[in-house]
């Protein structure tokens, strides 16, 4: 289906010299140029207000950059069609900050609706559910609404709905923000498999102990402005 | 193929889903559009057996075309014929002499102006009705100038101006039939378009989910139209009910007003066409509504 | 009391800031309310002209009092003041026998029946209007009755049986009228109050976190109920204005009909008192819709 | 105002034998009972859906308790009526694991809630509001909406929503959880700023880090039930 070129690109994930600025006179995102290949496991880190969301925000296309180019999958970001943007959604996986999760509906229908904006049949949809559920521990909570889960079980629900689909970008922030040592660990892990299937991921977290348990390559985001890039650095050895 | 069919299964339950997860919004607003096809459907039935009333009145009224002197019984049947066969002519019947003057005696203070008299000073007559769409000045106009061309018609009178008060009464129902009628379908399309408006916005966090997780347009909006659908639909189907249930309950109520004004004849509910008519608008009130109140939604 | 008033103007700020938040749900509501209040007011202002047309309608229609021979034109004007003071007799007009054989003179046929004639067969009468209140088949008894008991009186005539035809119209106008006005407004009031309720629906998250961070059920409701208020008052505002343009649009438009069957008199808006009603009541179904949208509300 | 008995009390947190279920044969609580003095700052621990939440919903009258009792500032929340909530949880400063800002308004105005609850005239609140959004570092993102902020940020609101009042009792559910370390340490000195001048502090959260660099009493949940009362333990002493 996707174009030869496309594939044959090993870096899904490309920016240049991107900008954004929310209001005029102060960026939150200045000049940020970055590559990262497929199957890369990546950290983004940084202050409160450093620009981690909007860097992820511009990857899915849910705000357009001020400045620069930005290549998801080969295609041009900054100059895609509207109508374009939810067939890219569909091969993105995101964990937002804020869960996103539809109330009202239950934590099975919410990890399905992956799965449904493609078409998947039923049965099919309903057995990866189940075992994406298993997977974070939430199975037996299925038919609940998220509204009587605990903050920690929300945000896992959040990471199953990201990753049910197998997307080939995964983009996760703060996915440990509610979760004790033991589970963000878990919850990694199952992300680092993902990453090991091809999977490229991006996880944007403050909690320096996961920096230092997996000493993945590392952005970290300064003002808006990439700081540091770890793996860059030891690219250069 | 396959795969087509999976989404609109998936779209159907979707739909299903968000009218149970967003029960009381559904509700209120399939209430309000209940209502506002009630109110619709009430000016309609009123409007409706109005115009019934008013083509009945108008059947009674008649023209009366004055004949010369000197017409025997067989020229009398043959003009009446021929009055019969002009446009607009619903109805002729001939009052010869002897019928003119029984009846001239029968009026008050007939009697007594005929006391005095030799003979019959009174003409032959025809008494012609008009049909429904003819019943207008123009409608007497054609009538008059046909009558004209025919031989021994003395002079027409149509009493007490009656055409122009007919005229009168079926414009007064027709335009304020109009004018309320229109006033009330655009309003009804406004409110029900609102009220679905307000039920897609008190759920625009689930339009803007949806829209995150790669869902395209026609999938974040056609479980919006289908509900809104539904929610027209059973919104008429209500108004059905609750119009039958106030036809019901009034017609007894008003029973005696009602034989008053309409005589013997029993007023009529909607027949078939008209409810399969009031059933399919709600459900293109709502189908509108939803369509209206997604457009300018940015996914 | 200081505090009071600090808490007052807290909570009035807190309205307006809430009508600014929820800017399009609040616009979308009050444009309802506008609509629903128009639609009542439309209705309102065909009932009103239609009842000032049928009361001129009725005052050109009369009833005629045949006397007995041999009164004299002074005994005659004594006759026509008693009847003057009968209960219901807006005014009484004297035709003596001269004027009445004028009448018949120029009336169709007349002459030709005339013609063999000695002397004057025609009786002198009264010609009487009733007024507003008594054109009714009751107001006609009372009449009845009461010059049944002068002496002189012959015989009444109301050609035409016009009193059952004017009742007619005029009951069919005020019963379709009260039935339609009373459904029009109760399904103001629900669509208003569901309109409103669907506001506060979809912020029910605000209601939620201002109570959860200690507002009184006070400091909650009565933001959303001055915002209900101020909704139905600008509602209400719009419609008067719709209302009014419509008015100047269709009148013109519709001059030609409407001279025809109003005769000459000039369709009439809203006076005053009606207009405060229309704003009061818009203000009224905003804060009601408001209450009852709260009600069941958990804090 | 407040009753001469309630004032002499010193523990205005007191829990004996509470449980809760949500659904019938599951409990999120489970048999705990605690005292938590004037001007204490207590860390509240463990795994994701122990129960910390819904102890500090009991604890502002969110939720009843299934059994048990619960005294805040001397009053008896089981037995509470419902009019009688409010003036409580105006006493009570509650940091959300949601944040629960009112979208559409500004930070200032979401922080000035507090205040304007409890009828504080409008030149005062806006400079308490103003202070206060200082201290957390936010002072110049007063006029804008809580959506145009970043996750940190958002919490920092929140943070400062529950203490412009000077409650009596601050609940913070995991109010470092979208703060980097160095933030995150700010936001407790403030806390222990605030226990300092009286109030009594309950902090839920998963952050060892805090745990290990502050060393206060620490209740740990483990299933619902009260695991580790560090404090305790020590008053065994
Ligand atoms: N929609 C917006 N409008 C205006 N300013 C915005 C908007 N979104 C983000 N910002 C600002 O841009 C800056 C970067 O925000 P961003 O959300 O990317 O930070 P972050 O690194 O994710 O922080 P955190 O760790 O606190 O989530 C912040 O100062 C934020 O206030
Ligand atoms: N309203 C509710 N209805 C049903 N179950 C609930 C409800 N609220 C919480 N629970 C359940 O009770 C348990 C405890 O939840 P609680 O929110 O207290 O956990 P927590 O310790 O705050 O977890 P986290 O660290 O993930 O926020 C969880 O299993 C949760 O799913
Ligand atoms: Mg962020
Ligand atoms: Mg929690």
């Given amino acids: 289906m996707r174009g030869a070129w496309e594939s044959r690109d090993d870096c899904p994930v490309r920016m240049y010299r991107v900008s954004k600025s929310y209001i005029a006179g102060s960026a939150a995102l200045r000049d940020v140029s970055l590559e990262i290949r497929k199957g890369e496991f990546v950290f983004l880190t940084g202050q409160s207000g450093a620009g981690k969301t909007t860097l992820l925000d511009l990857l899915f296309a849910a705000e357009r950059p001020s400045e620069g180019q930005i290549l998801m999958l080969g295609r041009n970001i900054a100059r895609l069609r509207g109508s374009a943007i939810p067939a890219l959604r569909r091969r993105v996986g995101v964990v937002f900050q804020d869960f996103k999760l539809l109330q009202g509906r239950s934590v099975e229908e919410n990890v399905r609706i992956t799965l449904d904006v493609v078409g998947t049949p039923r049965r099919e949809a309903r057995s990866r559910v189940f075992n994406m559920l298993r997977q974070v521990g939430l199975q037996h909570r299925r038919y609940h609404s998220p509204e009587s889960l605990s903050g920690g079980e929300q945000q896992r629900v959040a990471i199953a709905r990201a990753l049910v689909g197998e997307p080939e970008i995964l983009l996760a922030d703060e996915p440990t923000g509610n979760l004790d040592p033991d589970l963000s660990i878990e919850i990694i892990e199952l992300m680092l498999n993902a990453a090991t299937r091809g999977t490229t991921v991006i996880v944007a977290t403050h909690d320096h102990a996961l920096l230092e348990r997996y000493h993945r390559r590392t952005l970290r985001l300064e003002a808006g402005q990439l700081a540091e890039d770890e793996a860059r650095a030891s690219a250069d050895l | 193929m396959k795969r087509v069919a999976v989404i609109l299964a998936i779209l159907g339950r979707s739909a299903l889903r968000g009218l149970q997860s967003a029960a009381v919004t559904a509700a209120i607003a399939t209430a309000t559009i209940a209502i506002a096809l009630f109110l619709v459907g009430a000016f309609g ?255």
Avoid at chain 2, 107 to 112: E, L
Wanted: charged share 20%.
């Fill in chain 2, 45 to 299: 039935l009123v409007v409706v057996n109005m115009e019934g009333l008013l083509d009945r009145f108008g059947r009674d009224l008649q023209i009366t075309a004055y004949l010369e002197e000197g017409y025997d019984a067989n020229a009398l049947r043959g003009l009446a014929g021929r009055v019969a066969t002009v446009e607009g002519v619903y109805s002729v019947e001939v009052i010869d002499k002897d019928a003119a003057l029984e009846r001239f005696r029968a009026m008050s203070g007939g009697a007594a102006l005929l006391g005095g008299l030799d003979g019959n000073p009174l003409p032959a007559s025809l008494e012609i009705t008009l049909d429904d769409a003819h019943r207008t000045n123009e409608g007497l106009e054609i009538l008059t100038s046909a009558l004209d061309g025919l031989p021994g018609i003395d002079e027409i009178a149509h009493g007490q101006d009656w055409i122009e008060g007919y005229a009168r009464a079926v414009a007064l129902v027709r335009v304020s039939g109009y004018a309320l009628g229109t006033v009330l379908s655009l309003a009804t399309l406004l409110i029900v378009a609102n009220t679905i408006r307000l039920g897609v916005y008190s759920r625009k966090d689930e339009l803007g989910i949806l829209a995150l997780v790669g869902a395209s347009r026609t999938f974040v909006r056609t479980p919006f139209l289908i509900e809104g659908t539904l929610q027209g639909a059973i919104g008429g189907l209500l108004a059905l009910l609750l119009l039958l249930g106030a036809f019901q309950v009034a017609v007894p109520q008003l029973q005696y007003g009602l034989t008053f004004f309409l005589g013997s004849t029993e007023p009529r509910f909607f027949e078939a066409g008209e409810i399969v008519r009031l059933l399919l608008g709600g459900a293109g009130l709502g189908l509108g509504g939803s369509a209206a109140a997604l457009i300018g939604w940015r996914s």
